[in-house]
């Protein structure tokens, strides 16, 4: 088994891995909805909300 210092690097590896994914997910969700502007202008709206929700809120 490894030492304390390689399951720290790991656990710090793994948490900055999480916002990129969800920085992935968001940017799918936009360009999916993009691609419905002009043949499901409703569909699209819905997707563009979701991306609203799905970003995190930005400190002030």
């Known amino acids: 088994m ?3 210092a390689d399951m720290e690097d790991y656990g710090f590896e793994y948490s900055e891995e ?3 994914e969800q920085d992935v997910d968001i940017e799918n969700q936009y360009y999916n909805s993009k691609g419905l ?3 499901e202008p409703e ?3 819905e ?3 979701e991306v609203v929700q ?3 809120e930005k400190a002030e």
């Open 54 to 56: 799905m970003e995190p």
């Open 2 to 4: 490894g030492s304390d």
């Open 43 to 45: 569909a699209a709206l």
């Open 37 to 39: 502007v002009e043949t």
């Open 18 to 20: 999480e916002p990129e």
């Open 47 to 49: 997707g563009f909300a």
